[in-house]
């Protein structure tokens, strides 16, 4: 599905130059859920918003689905967003101005499906538990809750690929383990490719494989053999 | 040094009230490392914004150092927070006009260290291993990079009382040992009174006490002989 060839993404600062990505190779297989790992500042945002379309290479190619999407326009880029990707974000870019339910609401209606919009934003919402923060406005949620509504959008078109970054990162366990649930099922039965960037340890045992991020291009890879 | 009684803190949304602390009974001794555990949406935030001052609760008292905090007009409140309170928010907060360097001198600057304030920031972002970020703004930065100019900023005064909304949400396991090595010694060479929310288990056990909350009040009290 994914091919990322030699991929740099490069910052000019004055004198230095600061190296985000660098020679990044990685293949990923359609309906396979990668776990990707690195120290802080290692390249993982900076590898999933080149996959998901919102930023491009300095250097190499980005393959999907047979498209190299680094030389799409902006209007091609914004149709493989809204079709393809599903993305949760570090720190989850909910519109301010919409509720918790408008805002899935607002992610299913970029695909068209106009009926039972409402009664499928509800489901969403329910499955990360927050069926009572309907109304809430994203200042008026915790930060555990706003991170569940980004979650809930994301998986709202049941995207081709899925990528999510730390995901848990303020969850507690208990809610923590619903939300990967929710992801593993998209996985598991609608066949979504899933990319997971996660500082939390537990949950690499669900991945098909590691890939760990070092300075900006892939240090290691295991494999799980029964994840 | 902290003693809140009773505190609670309500939302009126519509017919619903939301309670997101209700009857909070919680003693704190100076000098204690307190970690503040529970669910999303229990009430860790609002309790830390409550005893930062940045926020005042709807009934009970919240006293600190024998001054009954919630009762203070916003001057007063304003000289308790940057005198008293270091401050790593969920979310970071950092000034986005400002690099890491800047934003860690500005903190600096609120108590009046005129001379060595640039030395002193840059030792502060190298106890984070920030010293190659300094002159980079928020956007320029990782995630786990903002969240560590939040911590080195919130360290910046040696303040009385460190508050720590998540802060290593965003880290790695030996970055995050980093930032829990400096938390720590700041309590336990500078007599700081740390109260610390944490999703993360194995940041319990260097707790004096481990306080859990559910539905916004005390649900739960550890101790920990030998943290
Ligand atoms: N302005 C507000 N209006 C209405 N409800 C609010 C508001 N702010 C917070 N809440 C609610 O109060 C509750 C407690 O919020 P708080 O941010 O303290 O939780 P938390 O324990 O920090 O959660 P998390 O672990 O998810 O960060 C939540 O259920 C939240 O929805
Ligand atoms: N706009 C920018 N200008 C300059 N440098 C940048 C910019 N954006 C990111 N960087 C740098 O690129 C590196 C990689 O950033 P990235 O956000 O991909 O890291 P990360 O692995 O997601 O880190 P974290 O785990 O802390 O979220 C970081 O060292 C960061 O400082
Ligand atoms: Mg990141
Ligand atoms: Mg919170």
Do not use: W
Request: charged share 25%.
């Amino acid at each position: 599905l994914i091919a990322m060839q030699s991929v740099g993404k490069t910052y000019p600062m004055g004198d230095l130059t600061v190296h985000a990505l660098r020679g990044l190779d990685l293949t990923i297989a359609r309906g396979e859920l990668v776990v990707l790992l690195g120290p802080s500042g290692s390249g993982k945002t900076t590898t999933l918003n080149i996959l998901g379309g919102l930023d491009r290479p300095t250097g190499g190619r980005v393959v999907v689905e047979g498209e190299e999407i680094a030389r799409f326009d902006e209007r091609r880029l914004t149709a493989y967003r809204r079709t393809k990707v599903g993305f949760v974000f570090q720190f989850f870019n909910l519109i301010p101005t919409l509720t918790a339910l408008e805002n899935v609401e607002f992610a299913l209606s970029l695909t068209g499906r106009g009926s039972s919009l409402i009664r499928r934003s509800r489901e969403l919402l329910a499955l990360v538990s927050l069926e009572d923060r309907a109304d809430h406005f994203p200042s008026q949620l915790s930060g555990g809750e706003q991170q569940r509504v980004a979650i809930a959008r994301a998986l709202a078109n049941r995207p081709a690929l899925l990528l999510c970054d730390e995901p848990t990162g303020n969850l507690d366990v208990e809610t923590a383990r619903q939300v990967l649930q929710a992801i593993r099922d998209l996985n598991r039965r609608e066949g979504a490719t899933v990319i997971l960037v996660s500082h939390n340890a537990s949950i690499a045992p669900m991945a098909d494989r590691v890939v760990r991020l070092h300075d900006g291009s892939v240090a290691k890879i295991e494999s799980n053999p029964h994840p």
